[in-house]
């Protein structure tokens, strides 16, 4: 996700979320008010196509299938979730979540089609925090969909973070939320899904949002068949990965002063208590829909992996799928991923913090 000064992942919400966050959030820093007009003059221009799609959508939704519910990588941010859906999405088999559903949620099916070439030059070549390639076929995180559609999302924390502890909470443990917050929030979560969806054909779902680690069982309450998969990653390269990760979100998404957030706290705090909700949680999965992969063993041998978790999950025919997964690792072959130094201390109060939680993948301690 890159953005100039003049854009911003909002430019997809729709007038009711944009004014709730506004009277909700304490309004909006300075030197951000131009661009939060445009996000609501965008959502008051987009509004007739919006509502055209709610139509199209009514139409559409009985004509189709009862459909597999979906598979879900799961796992902390910066461990390999991306890289494990850009290899599985090449599959046929699977749909998947495009930029324009993230960008345009509630305009998947009407401007998503009508302007479909001029929004595929509007997107950025890659991801701004790791030089990610993106492209019209890229796929992406829900949860950029769910921020434009609810004031209950992880990245309404870091658009508006002087409410960020209780943004953050709310969004990615559900903290403080009353059943009927809850349900309204499943009622768009459903809505969405029914929407990508008829984007991808009626094809089953494949889902990556690390924000879903920390509420397994909510999901599987939902879909009481879908699949997960954990994808787990040393966690030294987490930490400083994430440091980056927040150190160039901030400045690009944020519409509110964010000094007073404190990083380091902030990634202690949330990868112990996600790592203990998906270790609890993933017990009352049932084996044959959850599966675990190490990140550097998905490197080493990305098609042994993947041929072991196909047979884990009973996911289908992995040697049908195969040719697609080899060509896209070919052709990412020679991406240089971002390097990190970590000292001697900070492995020191990693080990402190979480190795409790990592023991059992072997993630030792190395100071």
Do not use: C
Not at 291 to 299: L, S, T, Y
Request: proline share 6%.
């Amino acid at each position: 996700m890159s953005t100039s000064k003049y854009s911003h992942p909002l430019f997809g919400a729709n007038l009711g979320t944009l004014i709730k966050l506004y009277k909700r959030s304490g309004g909006i820093g300075r030197g951000h008010k131009l661009l939060f007009t445009l996000l609501i003059l965008s959502a008051i221009g987009r509004l007739p196509f919006s509502l055209a799609e709610r139509l199209v959508v009514q139409i559409k939704r009985s004509k189709v299938e009862p459909l597999k519910d979906p598979i879900f990588i799961l796992g902390h941010w910066r461990s390999g979730t991306t890289h494990l859906y850009n290899v599985m999405s090449k599959a046929d088999r699977f749909g998947f979540v495009s930029p324009f559903s993230t960008a345009l949620p509630w305009d998947i099916l009407v401007i998503g089609r009508l302007f479909g070439p001029l929004l595929r030059k509007s997107l950025p070549s890659s991801r701004y925090i790791d030089n990610v390639k993106i492209d019209a076929i890229s796929p992406q995180e829900d949860e950029f969909a769910l921020a434009n559609m609810t004031t209950i999302s992880y990245y309404h924390a870091i658009y508006f973070p002087q409410k960020f502890d209780e943004y953050f909470e709310e969004g990615s443990f559900f903290d403080d939320l009353s059943p009927a917050q809850i349900k309204g929030w499943e009622k768009t979560f459903f809505y969405l899904y029914l929407k990508l969806t008829l984007d991808q054909g009626g094809r089953q779902l494949l889902i990556k949002n690390p924000v879903y680690t920390a509420r397994p069982a909510h999901l599987h309450e939902l879909y009481p068949n879908a699949k997960f998969i954990h994808i787990h990653r040393h966690p030294y390269k987490v930490f400083v990965s994430m440091r980056n990760f927040y150190q160039k979100l901030f400045p690009q998404l944020a519409l509110q002063d964010y000094d007073h957030i404190d990083i380091d706290a902030l990634v202690f705090k949330t990868y112990r208590r996600m790592m203990t909700n998906l270790k609890q949680q993933a017990q009352a999965l049932p084996p044959h829909q959850y599966g675990e992969i190490g990140f550097d063993q998905f490197q080493a041998d990305p098609l042994g992996e993947l041929s072991r978790i196909y047979k884990e999950l009973d996911l289908g025919d992995f040697e049908a799928d195969k040719p697609s997964f080899t060509a896209y690792l070919d052709s990412i072959k020679d991406y240089k991923k971002n390097s990190f130094e970590i000292s001697a201390e900070l492995k020191r109060r990693i080990d402190e913090n979480w190795s409790d939680l990592y023991d059992d993948w072997g993630y030792a301690p190395k100071v």
